[in-house]
T-cell receptor, first 114, second 112 residues
Framework: AQSVAQPEDQVNVAEGNPLTVKCTYSVSGNPYLFWYVQYPNRGLQFLLK??????LVKGSYGFEAEFNKSQTSFHLKKPSALVSDSALYFC????????????FGKGTRLSVIA | DAGITQSPRYKITETGRQVTLMCHQTWSHSYMFWYRQDLGHGLRLIYYSAAADITDKGEVPDGYVVSRSKTENFPLTLESATRSQTSVYFC???????????FGPGTRLTVT
């Protein structure tokens, strides 16, 4: 079975500071990893994915994530946080068959303080 | 407009009533999914479909029924609504050759 853990329910960061939202996963075989963002009263928006290749993947809005196979982690990062980044962030994983649905973590609420 | 839409966006119903949530996508994606979002649980998969007339259970299927007679539509029916089904429901789709799922705007369902 596949699973995702987001160990922090809430992350607070000052505007302009770097941010990290943590994610660890468990899956048999090679993982397909994703980050999504949800703004209030909206659906989830795709940010970035890791399928294969370079461990550092870049996505929308200046976000990036680093795949670490030995630590089974896929942390989301941004060098300089904006107030508009405040939202709910979800990490998700799928097995490399490509035919299995995504399994989501419980989400981390990011608050960027001006 | 292209994309994935859900209707209604808000619904209040009474315990025991049947209610159907609609999902429509214009991309001709082969895969479609239904999730529910609850505080403390994140998103949990209810049902999914790999193609028309092919559906499969997810993590929390009890009390729900789905059908998929056409590629573009994937309705979710609560046959006899219960208060525990009060939630926000999201539909998503994915291309057969793609990996990321695209989500609709959600339906907020309240069962009184």
């Amino acid at each position: 079975a596949q699973s995702v853990a987001q160990p922090e329910d809430q992350v607070n960061v000052a505007e302009g500071n770097p941010l990290t939202v943590k994610c660890t996963y468990s899956v048999s075989g090679n993982p397909y990893l994703f980050w999504y963002v949800q703004y209030p009263n909206r659906g989830l928006q795709f940010l970035l994915k890791y399928i294969t290749g370079d461990n550092l993947v870049k996505g929308s809005y200046g976000f990036e994530a680093e795949f670490n196979k030995s630590q089974t982690s896929f942390h989301l990062k941004k060098p300089s946080a904006l107030v508009s980044d405040s939202a709910l962030y979800f990490c998700a994983v799928s097995r490399n068959s490509g035919n299995t649905p995504l399994v989501f973590g419980k989400g981390t609420r990011l608050s960027v303080i001006a | 407009d292209a994309g994935i839409t859900q209707s209604p966006r808000y619904k209040i119903t009474e315990t025991g009533r049947q209610v159907t949530l609609m999902c429509h996508q214009t991309w001709s994606h082969s895969y479609m999914f239904w999730y529910r979002q609850d505080l403390g649980h994140g998103l949990r998969l209810i049902y999914y479909s790999a193609a028309a007339d092919i559906t499969d259970k997810g993590e929390v299927p009890d009390g729900y029924v789905v059908s998929r007679s056409k590629t573009e539509n994937f309705p979710l029916t609560l046959e006899s609504a219960t208060r525990s089904q009060t939630s926000v429901y999201f539909c998503a789709s994915r291309a057969g050759t793609g990996y990321e799922q695209y989500f609709g705007p959600g339906t907020r369902l309240t069962v009184t």
